[in-house]
């Protein structure tokens, strides 16, 4: 269900948040088990949360904007009295003392918490097939991956687990998810959203952002999450627009790049192909001017990726030594042994890898030939983009090199799951908004997503794109079996 229909529900009486949370609950009791995108539920805190915005209907008193909507956080934001566990050993009892400012101001903006979701370890992967809290399935087919690192996110959307979810995207891991789940997953400028509260994979790729039902709800949860934050140095002191605002507006006269190299590598799937180019057609339809873009090095930025966030990650996780919090060995005989044990056990074995490629890419004599190089074609993919946007108002490309794959398929080759990420990272090493919104399915069922990329704090833009594709192509209204 969409914000639309829940808030009119509310407002006219038809129900009250008390029942709408109660139904939602007996649907996770009902579904979750089949999908395990939620890791637990939070039914105190929801039916208190609940309870104030009823009594401020009986009153007759003035409603916070997303009163009585009820939304899942993904388990890597700090959520207060709530364990927050990256989905890993390491972390697996650990309760935030403080809130995340993103949650925060959810909740202070009249949401409900409905519980924490799953994800792949740290946000490391693209399947949540790491998580030490077991595999979620893709609703659409549950022998599939929903994606990840936001799975759980995303598939308790698809599978109307909440009206909204709020997942995090170092190199894709909101996008991707929503293309496998055939919802709309928004990544929103670098600093539009403070991360304070996000525990930390890679801080300079890492962004907070929505996935939802539709385009609208997107741009309304983005709206309120937005703004400054004196916790989060790297948070935009820049003035929040009104998203709404601007939904409806023509595209006539938009112009739209096509990224000639995303059409043209040889991993993109034929139907995944055809299904975008349907939707370049649509837009062009529309009145949009499609314009064909270089952007030489966008099929660098995996390579690049695979340098910079791993690096990050080694240092981020470097504070996880069984001392202060998290996972500790019993079976250390000193200092030295007990911190080593204890992050062997405590991580598993793709974060390990991580965390080795990133040590050995920082390394003495290694970090000009490996950390540094990769920064500096950051810059350029960056100049390509810098480029691109003096020709086209927005960018467009698969979300996706492929739909959902089968679990398991991937588990024991690790590059080629990291390539299901070919297409969403750049944006995240640019620093730009994307968006995935669905636009097909293949001939088994399963969703596509199309991307569109916008300079940078010009959500406006790609949301605008989105929402009149999204009302021309109606893929919305298809739904998982759930």
């Not at 996880?320 to 005989?333: L, N, P, Q």
């Not at 991307?451 to 010009?458: A, D, F, K, P, R």
Request: aromatic share 8%; glycine share 8%; hydrophobic share 35%.
């Amino acid at each position: 269900m969409n914000f639309k229909f829940l808030r009119n529900e509310i407002i006219s009486g038809n129900t009250s948040v008390k029942e709408i949370v109660n139904d939602y609950f007996s649907k996770i009791e009902e579904i979750n088990p089949k999908i395990n995108a939620y890791i637990c539920t939070t039914k105190d805190l929801a039916k208190s949360q609940a309870y104030k915005i009823d009594k401020l209907i009986q009153n007759e008193e003035q409603l916070p904007p997303l009163a009585g909507l009820p939304i899942a956080i993904k388990d890597n934001i700090c959520t207060k009295g709530i364990v927050t566990s990256c989905s890993s050993k390491m972390l697996k009892n650990f309760v935030a003392p403080y809130e995340s400012t993103a949650s925060s101001k959810l909740w202070s903006s009249g949401g409900i918490c409905l519980g924490k979701t799953n994800l792949d370890e740290f946000a490391m992967g693209s399947s949540t097939e790491t998580s030490v809290f077991g595999v979620t399935s893709n609703p659409w087919d549950i022998n599939r991956v929903p994606g990840g690192s936001s799975g759980g996110s995303a598939a308790s959307v698809a599978a109307g687990l909440c009206a909204a979810a709020i997942g995090s995207d170092t190199g894709g891991s909101i996008r991707q998810p929503a293309s496998f789940c055939g919802v709309v997953g928004l990544k929103p400028t670098y600093g539009r959203i403070s991360r304070w509260g996000l525990i930390a994979f890679a801080s300079s790729l890492d962004q907070i952002g929505p996935i939802t039902n539709t385009v609208s709800d997107a741009a309304e949860i983005l709206y309120y999450m937005s703004g400054k934050d004196p916790y989060d140095s790297t948070c935009l002191d820049r003035p929040v627009p009104n998203y709404l605002e601007d939904l409806n507006k023509p595209i006539k006269d938009l112009k739209i790049g096509i990224i000639k190299e995303c059409f043209d590598h040889p991993g993109l799937n034929s139907e995944v192909k055809e299904s975008v180019l349907s939707g370049v057609e649509r837009y062009r339809n529309l009145g949009a001017q499609i314009i064909d873009i270089d952007c030489p090095r966008f099929n660098d930025g995996i390579a690049t990726y695979y340098v910079i966030a791993p690096s990050e990650a080694s240092a981020n996780l470097a504070r996880y030594d069984g001392v202060k919090y998290g996972y500790r060995s019993d079976s250390g005989s000193n200092f030295l042994d007990m911190t080593s044990k204890s992050r062997a056990q405590g991580f598993g074995d793709e974060v390990q890898r991580r965390i080795l490629i990133g040590t050995y890419a920082l390394s003495a004599g290694y970090s000009d030939e490996y950390y540094k190089k990769a920064q500096r074609v950051r810059t350029l993919i960056r100049k390509d983009f810098d480029n691109a946007f003096e020709k086209v108002d927005i960018l467009l490309t698969p979300t996706c090199p492929t739909t959902a794959f089968l679990k398991g398929d991937f588990l024991n080759d690790p590059l080629s799951m990291y390539l299901s990420d070919l297409l969403t990272v750049p944006a995240n090493l640019a620093g730009l908004p994307a968006i995935s919104v669905p636009c097909g399915f293949d001939k088994k069922g399963l969703p596509i997503g199309l991307q569109l990329i916008g300079n940078v704090l010009e959500e406006h833009r790609i949301l605008n794109a989105a929402h009149i594709f999204e009302i021309d192509a109606k893929v919305i209204e298809n739904k998982p079996f759930f």
